[in-house]
């Protein structure tokens, strides 16, 4: 079993910035791709951002330029820098990772539990 820890949420003003950081710990014998998901309210959960294990980003058109996704594979960690935040960036935050617990396991999708960004003045 893998368990997902995210952190770095909270309340900013237009403008300013976040980092979002979502380590994985467990059973870990592979992590594939990383990502970013957010949910608005009334609103479906949508792609932010992901990450190959190689390091191909691939990015929502809203946030192109201003958020940049990374990763520490020796941590197990992926992170979100989040900059020139915009009111409509407000949502909950949820990182997700495909891993593979065992050799013999097949590829599975893991979820944090999720972290709030509000960007309001």
């Known amino acids: 079993q893998v368990q997902l820890v995210e952190s770095g949420g909270g309340l900013v003003q237009p403008g300013g910035s976040l980092r979002l950081s979502c380590a994985a710990s467990?059973?870990?014998?592979?992590?594939?791709?990383m990502g970013w998901y957010r949910q608005a309210p009334g609103k479906l959960r949508e792609l932010v951002a992901a990450?190959?294990?190689?390091?191909?980003?691939n990015y929502a058109d809203s946030v192109k330029g201003r958020f940049t996704i990374s990763r520490d594979n020796a941590k197990n960690t992926v992170y979100l820098q989040m900059n020139s935040l915009k009111p409509e960036d407000t949502a909950v935050y949820y990182c997700?990772?495909?891993?593979?617990?065992?050799?013999?396991?097949?590829?599975?999708?893991?979820w944090g539990q999720g972290t709030r960004v509000t960007v309001s003045s």
């Open positions: 997700n990772q495909q891993a593979r617990a065992a050799p013999w396991d097949s590829p599975y999708d893991y």
């Open positions: 467990g059973n870990i014998f592979t992590i594939y791709t």
């Open positions: 990450i190959t294990r190689g390091g191909s980003t």
